[in-house]
């Protein structure tokens, strides 16, 4: 595909704005740039087609199967991208006036309603972007709180399982803590005895997933959040894994002290390729003083007002947020209601079970036991015996209009496939699945090379990665 | 109502038998009974129809100014109608980050194209595919600045206050020393700067124009940091590429910037793009995704998501940041307005953005009262002393135009290329009405 800048004639350009009809300003020539620079110069079909040429380079959720694990793929309601563009929405400034933003405060007031409603929380701020910024967030409220018992000092540890996302141990690096990182247990659950040997005077806190991302239920949950309590530390609730539990049980519930959510994973906002996405946090009454970004209240009257919390520590962003993120999620969550909440969780464990079962009567699970909204495969056995590893399978899946499951991770598991498909696939798309996963494995056994040499069919072959690392071209050259 | 489930009950019942349980309640059992959720405090799902009319109904009791004349971070630029198009297209909305390259062409050289436009505004050599907002990647730039000897951080007074607010947040989350040098009539001072810059000086943060619209002395104070021997960081309005002074014109190492103006609307603050750019010898210390161009394994070009090494999936604690999710539908926008525009229409847009302004700027200050609070050359922003300030803006409100922002010493005036000469006479016209 050509670049955009290859496209062309050069002194080509869109008739987009007027002549200025005010004098024309002149700044001095020590303010301005030597050269104009390097922009396409491409008429509006030639720009139109460009991009239509690229969105044909692209599979997205709209396209089929997306079942990458951790990342809830599920389909992105049309209704929300609709109202997300209202005018009311799209048009107002971030600094008018309450007076002149009662819908938009309306929005964030009723979003924490709902969502503390969900997740067992008594306050939650729309602040952050995404969920390493909620994360980010999050650890900032168990720093704002220690700092206020002058514990900050001692207390400077943050307890991670070896099978956190990796934004886990890079957020609290962030925060300046120090990372402890435990092994899990052979069931992939939190390894109680190395928690308890972790505790101490010097915890600040613990960062979990549940179910954690080998897609099982921790049921030992409330014996973890009291090991860290009773030591004296915070328990943080990664939400990236919410999908799974929603309406079911709620963090809160769990013991959990604080928590950032997803929802462009749980709640259905789109990914845009990569974000925007919304990481809103939510806490516990004892935290929420510390929370950045708008605080929106209701008066008696029924007027919304935005505020800060008392001893709020900082802002994370500007502003308050990826609204319109946040407008499509509660228009959502309104859709959804409090049978439909429960609903979309059941049937992502359904769906994911469902594979599950099928599957592993050709692949080695990691974990043999019911799984939440997502399991992991091990292609260990595979590996060895065919050569065929989990990239090699996942490039397969390519060409089948597949898109593969996320790779290699969690660490803890060798040759890693987890698979999370979602509650809004159909059975039949399932199916369809199971039977590209089954004549895969038959053609790693019969004709491995075949799944060396996949894709064959998508628009580029297998990319050279360490030719890209080693030799960096990161922007086009002008001649 | 609904919950987008596409499967039926006897789907349902076939697919409970293949996982060998009686109901989905079994495959919760590791859940403690106790712990279950009884009911939800949720209203009961509604009907497409009944949510478009409540979200419609929200959206109405937002008032949405004809003329805004307000700007300190988040500006009212015309979206030229291409932008909604392609934005609107499903591959991009829906897809996640390019994990998949061959899938994900698409978006991979999108990002390339972006990372390659954001160099050429800036001057720079290196652009990663954008991190959330203006302000988070003025925090993010200080990172990449601190060495074992280079520790402490330094930032004017007269960057956006939301952005200092952001990065005050970042610093004291890592512990870093942060140092605010003084404004000195709305700009750097720049003596105070050099007096207050020590050997473990890790960066000094310029905003260029600045919070008040007011251009610094850019090219003495990145003489004066690098002397110090520390990093020299810049932020900038991408507009005002189109003409001014770059960056890397400037000395700076990092450029940073809100990227909302180029094709992203008002929207309450968000969803907006942060953009970062840094010379090539930092290149490995820039954080977030950054793409890069190779070959397939037939020769054919592509790209892919590259000098990974520097990520969270990969270095854990030992990451240059924690950032994941980016706001990359945010750099396709920015990506859709630039070739939109042209060079030619990114310049027009900067140059009837300042010459509004300072007509604006010109006409308000005929009327008594009203002065520019500081002298020297401006962008489009600028701020002049405003008696009644309340009224004057009440007044305004009434007629549909969003007068400009109180700030210390006055109101924080902004135009951009949507104000006709028309509408900018009628504002003056009400304020001079409210003052006579």
Known sequence: MKLIFERGEEGQFLSILPKCDVPVTKLPEKLKRAGAPHLPHVSENELSRHYSTLAKAVHGVNDGFY???????????????????????????????????????????????????????DALTLQPAAGAHGEFTGLMLIKSYLRSKGQADVRKKIIVPDSAHGTNPASAAMCDFTIV???????????????????????????????????????????????????????????????????VVRPGDMGFDCIHLNLHKTFSTPHGGGGPGSGPVGCKAFLADFLPGVRVTRTAKGAYKSGSAKKHFGEVKAFGGNFLVVVRALAYILTLGKEGIPEASKNAVLNANYMQACLKEDYDLAFNVYCMHEFVLTLDRLHKETGVSALDLAKGLLDRGIHPPTMYFPLIVHEALMIEPTETEPKEMLDSVIAAFKELKKVAYENPQALHDAPLHTPVRRLDDVRAARTPVLRYKFS | ?????????????????????????????????????????????KSELEVSAIMTALSEKNKVYKTILRGAGAYDHYIPAVVGSVLSKEQFVTAYTPYQAEISQGILQNIFEYQTMICEL???????????????????????????????????????????????????ASDTDLTVIPAKNGKTDVKALEKALSDDAACFI??????????????????????????????????SMGFCKTPAEYGADVAVGEGQPLGMPLAFGGPYLGFMACKEAMQRKLPGRIVGQTVDVDGKTGYVLTLQAREQHIRREKASSNICSNQALCALCAAVYLSAMGAKGLSEAATLSTSKAHYLAKELCKIEGVDLVYKGEFFNEFVTTLPETGKVLKALDKAGILGGLPVDGGVLWCCTEKQTKEELDRAVAIVKEVLL
């Open chain 1, 181 to 247: 990182n435990i092994p899990s247990a052979p069931d992939g659950c939190v390894d109680l005895d190395a928690l308890k040997a972790a505790v101490g005077p010097d915890t600040a806190g613990l960062m979990l997933t549940n179910p954690n991302t080998v897609g099982v239920f921790d049921k030992n949950i409330l014996e973890i959040t009291k090991i860290v309590h009773d030591a004296g530390g915070l328990c943080y609730y990664d939400g990236a894994n919410l999908n799974a539990v929603m309406g």
């Open chain 2, 122 to 172: 800036t001057g720079m050599d290196v652009s990663n595919a954008s991190v959330y907002d203006g302000a988070t990647a003025m925090a993010e730039a200080v990172p990449m600045c601190k060495e074992r000897k280079k520790t402490k951080a330094y930032i004017s007074a007269t960057v956006n206050p939301a952005y200092l607010e952001v990065v005050r947040t970042y610093c004291s």
């Open chain 2, 1 to 45: 109502m609904g919950s987008y489930v596409p499967s039926s009950a006897a789907e349902r019942e076939e697919m409970l038998k293949k996982i060998g349980v009686k109901s989905i309640d079994d495959l919760f059992a590791a859940v403690p009974r106790k712990m279950l959720v009884k009911s939800l405090d949720l209203p009961s799902g």
């Open chain 2, 206 to 239: 310029l905003q260029q124009p600045n919070f008040f619209g007011l251009f610094e002395d850019a090219e003495k104070i990145g003489a004066v940091v690098h002397a110090a021997g520390a990093k020299y960081v810049m932020s900038v309005n991408p507009i």
């Open chain 1, 67 to 121: 079942p990458l694990g951790s990342c809830t793929m599920k389909y992105n309601p049309k209704i929300n991208e609709q109202v997300s563009a209202l005018p009311g929405f799209t048009g107002v400034h971030p600094l008018q006036d309450d007076s002149t933003v009662q819908g938009s405060l309306e929005v964030l007031y009723d979003i924490e309603k709902a969502l503390c409603a969900i997740t067992g929380m």
